[in-house]
């Protein structure tokens, strides 16, 4: 066990998964955060303008909130933010990735609505939006054997 928690870094991991799930490198956590909100608001205003000229508001504001949701993008946010962190307590941004979960399907948004334009069109579409976004940390070895994968994902899931 002594050697699990030095020399292997169990407890330098598990503050990095707090870090990272919970917001605990304080202003490296509110800069990424900033920087989602802030593509999902640009989005927003993209649908608005765009609704304009193409005239189906559904279609129109799906795609904007689609791009505003780009991986690559988001990763790189969050390196960015990961080397400005000044607690040195977020995991290594080479062992961080972020997986977006599709979005639900039209047809079934149709059966649980009446009126599916509703559902994309509320406040909450940004929400929605942002619970699509999987934070995942890849562990070590031997301390993917502790705290594995699937154990971090579902700790992940419950505070994202």
Known sequence: MARLRGAWG???????LRAAYLGGAGEATAT????????LDAAEARAADGVDDVGD?????LSSLESALDRAELEAAFCEAAAADQSQTLPDPSAVSLEILPAPDERKRDERSANAKETTNSPYAQLDALARVRLRVQAPWPLALVVPARAAEGYGACHA
């Open 10 to 16: 169990l407890g330098a991991h598990v503050r990095a």
């Open 32 to 39: 990424f955060s900033r920087v989602v909100h802030a593509r």
């Open 57 to 61: 508001e559904t279609d129109v504001r």
